[in-house]
């Protein structure tokens, strides 16, 4: 059975950097063309997606945020992290790890439960 | 960046009747296109993926249709699990998500 489950602070003042822990059970980060994507979901965009690591440690972003955002994982602890720096109000939202975005699933076929995000001082 | 449009933004239905929900790509992305559902309060859950193939564990009463850019997602007699919010994908460049339909209850 394939779990996701997302970490990390509720709340961030504007201008910080967010960093968020993806932590995964039921496959593996280091073969099988594996990957763990972020996506958020904010009032004003619906649902974003932001990067994605992959088995062979390949990284993507997305263009629009690529400047702030970081990712990386420890495939000995089954993690994934995401960092965004500069956060701002308009980065309120929940956010998402799911598995999938390449190689053997292109698509997002399993989801953590999401984390809360807001941006305020 | 490829645009996905849905349709329409709310959609109301009686239980037991069908439901046909539009997603409109802005340039061809094959078959490369996903279709979830988000219940308030919970994660997208994959329904639909390549299009027309239904992810596991996902009752036959869905079903989507199409390739290039005009796709469609039927839900036939629909039960009281299925009024919830249905977000197309597309995976063809990147990824961009529809901005959603709400299936509501008549």
């Known amino acids: 059975q394939v779990t996701l489950r997302e970490s990390g602070p509720a709340l961030v003042k504007p201008t910080q950097t967010l960093t968020l822990t993806c932590t995964f059970s039921?496959?593996?980060?280091?073969?099988?063309?594996?990957?763990v994507s972020w996506i958020r979901q904010t009032p004003g965009k619906a649902l974003e997606w932001l990067a994605r690591i992959d088995w062979d440690d390949d990284k993507v972003f997305s263009t629009s945020l690529s400047t702030r955002l970081t990712i990386s994982k420890d495939t000995s602890k089954n993690q994934v992290v995401l960092t965004m720096t500069n956060m701002d109000p308009v980065d309120t939202g929940t956010y998402y790890c799911?598995?999938?975005?390449?190689?053997?699933?292109?698509?997002?076929?399993?989801w953590g439960q999401g984390t809360l995000v807001t941006v305020s001082s | 960046e490829i645009m996905m449009t849905q349709s329409p933004a709310t959609l109301s239905v009686s239980p037991g009747e069908g439901a046909t929900l539009s997603c409109r790509a802005s340039q061809s992305i094959d078959s490369h296109l996903a279709w979830y559902q988000q219940i308030p309060g919970q994660a997208p859950r994959l329904l639909i993926y390549d299009a027309s193939t239904r992810a596991t564990g996902i009752p036959v009463r869905f079903s989507g249709s199409g390739s290039g850019t005009e796709f469609t997602l039927t839900i036939s007699s629909l039960q009281s699990e299925d009024f919830a919010v249905y977000y197309c994908q597309q995976y063809h460049h990147f990824y961009t998500f529809g901005q959603g339909t709400k299936l509501e209850i008549k």
């Open positions: 039921g496959f593996s980060l280091s073969s099988g063309q594996m990957c």
């Open positions: 799911a598995r999938g975005g390449v190689g053997a699933i292109d698509w997002f076929d399993s």
